[in-house]
């Protein structure tokens, strides 16, 4: 073969693959999707998550948990919980495992459009944001700001273009808004109008909630649709590490039950400071407090949905500063999915974070590193995955984008690895090596399965030097920056219609514009 032939054949093989790439896939042949089955990873033995487990029941039985409000008192104590002299409410052994026995084993979170519900059960995994960040990132200035409502607009609706981003919970505060109330409806309007995707908020009192319900009631066309597909749940910090119900955020809870709304029963002790600093005694801990807040959800409301939100956070002894993008921090993640998986609940967990204050090298590990561990165990659902840095002070734009790549990989590791008559491939094996071409490049088999099995990044570069060098160095960043402008300069395809948006904006003190 001449050097001519052979640069033709390359440049055809390569105009196949990009033409083979550039064809959509149906949704069935996808190489990664929402909900695939994680669970191959397993950090905890069977015998150690039983004593996990006992260790658990044992701090429930014995030490409780203080600070009810009245409500919660009545509704647990109805339920079979004992107020002890010392105000503390403790659970018996045989009343946690029956409530165990009886709650929801698979929620579904519902999207506004009814095309990306997410399924919680088993190992189903997926990817989302998170956070509650105060702050945004300016990767031009390399400087931290205050975030606002249009910043959490704007994340929103980048985040309905990005495929491997399956829901969206709040990942940053509105700090241009002072008055609580107004920011709490203002992150439902402004979360709602950009995206159709599930989305998970929080309230800061219980008297927020109606007035939230009201407008999500309007959204939905009706009480009776809302409660039919609630496609919003609550974020709900029920408790204060080590051992405390939050008593505002417990009665936040149940009006959001009562409203039909899914709650995420979220408990985040820093381990050596509100909670054990070992990994295990981290995860007791954990698992004590959020089956303490099964058992207050099915006193309220049998079957309510809720998620087991044990979120375990790393802390760095040497300084007492957090250490979200540690491997301890990816190990505590893992081994609450394994505890989630012994129960058989529908549970959640952070992961994907990163203590780095720029989308860089840094992150780059972190945020790879925990979300892979995430994603093999089988975490439900994996909070925080996407676009947040500065051991969640920070969220940034552009790293958002950049994550959608970064989950697509990881999600490629989820699916694993199939064994099959097919792929093991013995029969191409014969065709090219036996009067064939000794090579796979561009046979009918690699073409066939070059989409459905392989996943390509969107903003990774896999260019050669001197290709990279002819396309003039493109700039990971730059390319981010890029394309969040694109997105940003068309409309959100989930705002609202323009009658009921003039609705909304009647009822409620609308801060974005029109």
């Known amino acids: 073969?001449?050097?001519?032939?052979?640069?033709?054949?390359?440049?055809?093989?390569?105009?196949?693959?990009?033409?083979?790439?550039?064809?959509?896939?149906?949704?069935?042949?996808r190489p990664i999707r929402p909900g695939m089955e994680g669970g191959m990873l397993k950090v905890l033995t069977p015998a150690q998550i039983e004593r996990?487990?006992?260790?658990?029941?044992?701090?429930?039985?014995?030490?409780?948990?203080?600070?009810?409000?009245?409500?919660?008192?009545?509704?647990?104590?109805?339920?079979?919980?004992?107020?002890?002299?010392?105000?503390?409410?403790?659970?018996?052994?045989?009343?946690?495992?029956?409530?165990?026995?009886?709650?929801?084993?698979?929620?579904?979170?519902h999207s506004r459009d009814g095309n990306s519900d997410l399924e919680l059960s088993g190992n189903r995994v997926h990817f989302g944001t998170a956070g509650a960040a105060v702050s945004m990132v300016d990767v031009h200035g390399q400087e931290y700001r205050d975030s606002t409502l249009q910043d959490l607009h704007d994340a929103s609706r980048i985040c309905e273009h990005l495929e491997n981003i399956h829901f969206v919970q709040r990942p940053m505060v509105c700090r241009d808004i002072a008055d609580?109330?107004?920011?709490?409806l203002n992150t439902v309007y402004a979360t709602t109008s950009g995206t159709f995707k599930h989305i998970g908020t929080s309230f800061t009192e219980p008297s927020h909630v109606a007035p939230a319900i009201e407008m999500l009631h309007m959204i939905a066309g009706g009480e009776d649709k809302w409660r039919e597909r609630p496609f919003m749940s609550n974020s709900n910090c029920f408790v204060v590490p080590p051992m405390k119900f939050a008593t505002e955020s417990c009665e936040v809870m149940e009006e959001c039950i009562k409203a039909g709304m899914p709650v995420l029963l979220l408990s985040a002790g820093m381990a050596g400071a509100t909670a054990p600093s070992t990994i295990a005694g981290a995860i007791a801990q954990a698992t004590a407090e959020c089956l303490a807040g099964l058992v207050y959800v099915n006193a309220v409301s049998p079957g309510a949905p809720a998620i087991f939100g044990t979120w375990p956070f790393g802390l760095d002894l040497r300084t007492g500063a957090m250490s979200i993008g540690s491997g301890e921090q990816a190990l505590l993640t893992a081994g609450c999915a394994q505890?989630?998986?012994?129960?058989?609940?529908?549970?959640?967990?952070?992961?994907?974070?990163?203590?780095?204050?720029?989308?860089?090298?840094?992150?780059?590990?972190?945020?790879?590193c925990s979300n892979v561990m995430a994603g093999l165990s089988g975490l439900n659902m994996v909070y925080e995955s996407a676009g947040m840095h500065a051991s969640l002070l920070g969220f940034c734009h552009e790293s958002l984008i950049l994550s959608d790549d970064l989950i697509g990989q990881a999600q490629r590791c989820v699916r694993g690895i199939e064994v099959t008559d097919e792929t093991l491939a013995l029969d191409q094996m014969a065709e090219v090596c036996i009067g064939g071409p000794g090579h796979y490049l561009g046979t009918d088999a690699t073409l066939s399965r070059m989409q459905a099995d392989y996943v390509y990044p969107t903003f990774g570069d896999r260019s050669s030097p001197k290709e990279w060098v002819e396309i003039g160095k493109p700039d990971l960043i730059e390319k981010a920056v890029k394309r969040k402008e694109e997105i940003l300069?068309?409309?959100?395809?989930?705002?609202?219609?323009?009658?009921?948006?003039?609705?909304?904006?009647g009822r409620f003190n609308i801060y974005l514009p029109a």
């Open 489 to 505: 300069s068309t409309p959100s395809p989930a705002r609202f219609d323009p009658l009921l948006d003039a609705k909304l904006r």
């Open 180 to 184: 609580n109330l107004e920011m709490d």
């Open 1 to 29: 073969m001449n050097e001519q032939t052979r640069n033709s054949s390359r440049s055809g093989g390569r105009a196949a693959r990009r033409a083979a790439r550039a064809t959509a896939l149906p949704e069935h042949l």
């Open 52 to 109: 996990i487990h006992q260790a658990a029941l044992t701090a429930l039985e014995t030490i409780g948990l203080a600070d009810a409000p009245q409500s919660g008192i009545d509704y647990l104590v109805g339920a079979g919980c004992i107020l002890g002299d010392d105000g503390r409410i403790r659970f018996p052994r045989a009343l946690v495992e029956d409530t165990i026995a009886k709650a929801n084993r698979s929620v579904t979170l």
């Open 339 to 368: 505890m989630h998986h012994f129960y058989d609940l529908p549970g959640g967990a952070a992961a994907g974070a990163s203590d780095a204050k720029l989308p860089d090298m840094q992150a780059g590990w972190e945020q790879m």
